[in-house]
C-alpha cells in the first residue's frame, strides 16, 4: 500500500483578519458594558493655558508653568510676553468662557481679568505674570 500524504493545513490571511477583528468587537463591547471606560473620559471641566512671562526676568514663564501644572492645570505653551511691563498679573479669556475665568481667577489669586476671544483660540486661557507673582496662590 502507498501510504498517503499528509495535507498541510494553511490558515488563510482573510481569515486571520476576520478573527481578530471579531475579537476586537468583542473587546470594544465588553468595555462598553461593563463601564471601564467611564473613568477614562475627559473631564467637562478640562482647559488648556498659556503662561507668558510679563516681567523680563529669566525663568518667570517656566517656574509658573511648573507650579501650575503640580496643581493640575494644563499649560500648554510657555513663553514671553510682547512687552515686559505688565506691574500686574493678568488673566486673558481666549474663548468666552466667563466661568472658567471666575474659577482660575479665584484659585490663582488673579484680580484682572481681561476678555480677548480669538477666532481659533490656541488655549482657553493666558496667564501673563507680572511683578506681583509673589501674591499669586500657586500652591497644589
Known amino acids: 500500500m502507498a501510504a498517503r500524504k499528509k495535507k498541510k493545513r494553511t490558515i488563510s490571511p482573510a481569515a486571520v483578519i476576520i478573527v481578530l477583528a471579531l475579537l476586537l468587537m468583542g473587546f470594544s463591547i465588553a468595555v462598553r458594558w461593563s463601564g471601564i471606560g ?30 501650575l501644572r503640580s496643581m493640575g492645570i494644563d499649560v500648554l505653551l510657555e513663553g514671553n510676553a510682547q512687552r515686559f511691563d505688565y506691574r500686574e498679573t493678568v488673566l486673558v479669556d481666549r474663548k468666552g468662557n466667563p466661568e472658567l475665568m471666575k474659577k482660575l481667577s479665584r484659585r490663582l489669586g488673579v484680580s484682572r481679568v481681561i476678555i480677548q476671544i480669538q477666532e481659533r483660540p490656541r488655549v482657553d486661557a493666558t496667564l501673563v505674570v507680572g511683578w506681583d507673582r509673589e501674591r499669586l496662590r500657586l500652591q497644589p
Open 38 to 67: 467611564r473613568n477614562l473620559s475627559v473631564p467637562e471641566d478640562s482647559f488648556q493655558i498659556e503662561v507668558l512671562n510679563g516681567t523680563g526676568e529669566p525663568g518667570v514663564a517656566r517656574e509658573v508653568t511648573m507650579r
